[in-house]
C-alpha cells in the first residue's frame, strides 16, 4: 500500500530564511502528489498537487516543491518564510484514486 | 459561495451516547470523506463515500457510522463503541474518481468527552 512519511515533526525558521520540508513517498508507479497546509483549528488548503510533467511544481503563497522520482520525495520550499507562513504542512498521495493517504504533518514555527 | 459546512464546531460527548457530526456541501461532488485528526498522527481516514446511497471503511471505521441519503450530506456517527472519541474531525469532497482534483475541506469539528 501507499504511504506517506514526513520525517520532521516540528521546524522552527526565522522569519526571511529558507525552508524546506521533507516528503517521501511509497508507491510503485507516478504517485499523485500534493501539499496541504493547515492553520490552527481550521480545516486544510492546497498548496500545490503533481502529477505529471515538470517536476518542480509552482503553488500558492510561494511555495514550491520538486518531484524526484530516484529519491522517492516531493519536498516542499519556499525561499523566504513569512510570520503568516507558521501553521502545520501535510504531504498527500492518493491511494488507488480514491482514497488520499496524509502524512503525519510537520509544524511550521516562525520566529520574528 | 459554494464550500463544504461543517458543524458544530465544537461538540461535548458524555460517557455511552452517540453524537452525530454534520457535514453539508454544495459544490456538486459526488466523494465526500471523514478524516479524525489527532496530535502527531496526522489525518487518518475513517469512512468515505463515492455515490449516494454507498460508502466504504477507511482505516479506522470501528465506533464509527455513517449515512449518504442526499449527495449533499454526510453526517458522521461516533457510537458509544468509540472509546477514544477525542479528536479533530475533518470533512471533505471532491470530483469521484479524478486524482488530479484537489479535496475541498470543511473547517473541522473538535469532539471532546466529558
Known amino acids: 500500500a501507499q504511504s506517506v512519511t514526513q520525517p520532521d515533526i516540528h521546524i522552527t525558521v526565522s522569519e526571511g530564511a529558507s525552508l524546506e520540508l521533507r516528503c517521501n513517498y511509497s508507491?510503485?508507479?507516478?504517485?499523485?502528489l500534493f501539499w496541504y497546509v493547515q492553520s490552527p483549528g481550521q480545516g486544510l488548503q492546497l498548496l500545490l498537487k503533481y502529477f505529471s510533467g515538470d517536476t518542480l511544481v509552482q503553488g500558492i503563497k510561494g511555495f514550491e516543491a520538486e518531484f524526484k522520482r530516484s529519491q522517492s520525495s516531493f519536498n516542499l520550499r519556499k525561499p523566504s518564510v513569512h510570520w503568516s507562513d507558521a501553521a502545520e504542512y501535510f504531504c498527500a498521495v492518493y491511494q488507488d484514486t480514491d482514497k488520499l493517504i496524509f502524512g503525519t504533518g510537520t509544524r511550521l514555527q516562525v520566529f520574528p | 459561495d459554494g464550500g463544504i459546512t461543517q458543524s458544530p464546531k465544537y461538540l461535548f460527548r458524555k460517557e455511552g451516547q452517540n453524537v452525530t457530526l454534520s457535514c453539508e456541501q454544495n459544490?456538486?461532488?459526488?466523494?465526500m470523506y471523514w478524516y479524525r485528526q489527532d496530535p502527531g498522527q496526522g489525518l487518518r481516514l475513517i469512512y468515505y463515500?463515492?455515490?449516494?446511497?454507498?460508502?466504504q471503511k477507511g482505516d479506522i471505521a470501528e465506533g464509527y457510522s455513517v449515512s449518504r441519503e442526499k449527495k449533499e450530506s454526510f453526517p458522521l456517527t461516533v457510537t458509544s463503541a468509540q472509546k477514544n472519541p477525542t479528536a479533530f474531525y475533518l470533512c471533505?469532497?471532491?470530483?469521484?474518481?479524478?486524482?488530479?482534483?484537489?479535496?475541498?475541506f470543511g473547517s473541522g469539528t473538535q469532539l471532546s468527552v466529558l
Open positions: 459544490l456538486n461532488h459526488d466523494a
Open positions: 508507491y510503485g508507479a507516478t504517485p499523485y
Open positions: 463515500s463515492q455515490i449516494v446511497n454507498d460508502f
Open positions: 471533505a469532497s471532491s470530483i469521484f474518481g479524478n486524482p488530479n482534483e484537489k479535496l475541498f
